[in-house]
Every structure is written in structure tokens, then in C-alpha cells.
Nanobody, 120 residues
Framework: QVQLVESGGGLMQPGGSLRLSCAASGRTDSIYVVGWFRQAPGKDREFVSAIILREGTTYYSDSVKGRFTISEDNAENTVYLQMNSLKPEDTASYYC?????????????WGPGTQVTVSS
């Protein structure tokens, strides 16, 4: 079992920065990939970023590439999402998810989410 908890969300003006954290506990050695997703009201959930743990390969959606950076602190079992140059369209509930190293599709664990609101 793995538990995920996001933190760091809040209200920020356009152009500002926030750093989201995803803290994992439990059987963290079983996690292969951690991804960030977001969902705005009335819209589908969309992929934001992902990192292959311990190897360091990262992935970004076109909408955030160049503005967001995903990273890991393996000693603290935490994945971060540094969000710079925030735009109103970044407003959403942000979720981190963990994928085990298996052939089964989809992510295995999800956090409860943290709200990010970008508004002047």
C-alpha cells in the first residue's frame, strides 16, 4: 500500500510561482513513476507531468513545458512540481499519482488533491 498527500496549493497572481509537493508513504520502493494531473471544473482530467523515479527521466504536457519542472527527493519520498509563470488557465485541482512497475494500465495510487487558483 502507498499513500500520497499533496501540498503547496493556494491562490497566486498570474506570473507567480508555486511549488507543489507529493509526499509518499508506505511501500514506496514499489513505485516506478509519479505523475501530476489536474482537473478544472467541467473539464476532463489532464496529464501535466511525470518522472521515472531514481532514473530521472521527465515528461511534460505541451501546455506546461518550459514553465513547470518536476523533480524528486528520494531521501524524503517526495516529488515536487515547481510551477512558474502561472496563468489563469492553470487553475485546477492538482493530483499526484503513483504507478507501480507492472504491465497493468493506469496509475495505482492517487492523492486527495490540492487546489491551485491563479487569479488577479
Amino acid at each position: 500500500q502507498v499513500q500520497l498527500v499533496e501540498s503547496g496549493g493556494g491562490l497566486m497572481q498570474p506570473g507567480g510561482s508555486l511549488r507543489l509537493s507529493c509526499a509518499a508513504s508506505g511501500r514506496t520502493d514499489s513505485i516506478y513513476v509519479v505523475g501530476w494531473f489536474r482537473q478544472a471544473p467541467g473539464k476532463d482530467r489532464e496529464f501535466v507531468s511525470a518522472i521515472i523515479l531514481r532514473e530521472g527521466t521527465t515528461y511534460y504536457s505541451d501546455s506546461v513545458k518550459g514553465r513547470f519542472t518536476i523533480s524528486e527527493d528520494n531521501a524524503e519520498n517526495t516529488v515536487y512540481l515547481q510551477m512558474n509563470s502561472l496563468k489563469p488557465e492553470d487553475t485546477a485541482s492538482y493530483y499526484c499519482a503513483a504507478d507501480k512497475n507492472t504491465t497493468a494500465p493506469g496509475y495505482d495510487y492517487w492523492g486527495p488533491g490540492t487546489q491551485v487558483t491563479v487569479s488577479s
